[in-house]
């Protein structure tokens, strides 16, 4: 596609299920970048790939947040066990290495 | 270490007016600006970036930018508003290897048009 694709665009989780988040990058983009926006807040960063390998995942606010990118295009995030505080908008970003990133529509997750 | 801070959270300005929205940042190496528009429900998109070049930086939609070292500032400027610029606007910084490196944004400024 023309742009960056996330799904679902909305995801309603229970306390303690697990969730998993997919975004598609521009095609060709090498860079993919992962956010977390909570309501009313800037995004913030976390986690870096550059096409499959994970460079920089000190975003990430604890073990139960993993992602991964396997043949250097999709990635997708996966939530364990989700807790209330992971509500947020995930966006997802990609860019070739002199660009600025592209950014998704989010995946507005809520877990309740 | 790298960060941004908006100067106001709420904007509002009369139809046809100045926008100026604030951005100062700090950052121990030569910083690269940004500022990204987000509409409800939508992603970031890109207004206008300074990646060292010239200090003006004009964007999309008549907006610009000017980069301050002096004041570490990078306030994002528009001649007359419009009723489709109301959205959240986000300042952010980075690196020189942009494409490579995370974006460090601001918490934000939401600009309200009024009639």
């Known amino acids: 596609g023309a742009g960056v694709s996330q799904s679902p665009r909305y995801k309603v989780a229970k306390r303690g299920q697990d969730v998993a988040l997919r975004c598609d990058p521009i095609s060709g983009h090498v860079s993919l970048f992962w956010y977390q926006q909570a309501l009313g807040q800037g995004p913030e960063f976390l986690t870096y790939f550059q096409n499959e390998a994970q460079l920089d995942k000190s975003g990430l606010p604890s073990d139960r947040f993993f992602a991964e990118r396997p043949e250097g295009s999709v990635s997708t995030l996966k939530i364990q066990r989700t807790q209330q505080e992971d509500s947020a908008v995930y966006l997802c970003?990609?860019?070739?290495?002199?660009?600025?990133?592209?950014f998704g529509q989010g995946t507005r997750l809520t877990v309740v | 270490a790298q960060s941004v801070t908006q100067l106001g959270s709420h904007v509002s300005v009369s139809e046809g007016a100045l926008v100026l929205l604030r951005c100062n940042y700090s950052?121990?190496?030569?910083?690269?600006l940004f500022w990204y528009v987000q509409y409800p429900n939508q992603g970031l998109q890109l207004l206008l970036k300074y990646t060292s070049a010239a200090t003006l930086v004009k964007g999309i939609n008549g907006f610009e930018a000017e980069f301050k070292k002096s004041e570490t500032s990078f306030h994002l400027t528009k001649p007359s508003a419009h009723m489709s610029d109301a959205a959240e606007y986000f300042c952010?910084?980075?690196?020189?290897?942009?494409?490579?490196?995370?974006?460090?944004f601001g918490t934000g400024t939401r600009l309200t048009i009024i009639p």
């Open positions: 970003a990609s860019s070739l290495r002199d660009t600025e990133a592209f």
């Open positions: 950052s121990s190496v030569p910083p690269y």
């Open positions: 952010a910084v980075s690196g020189f290897n942009f494409g490579n490196e995370k974006l460090t």
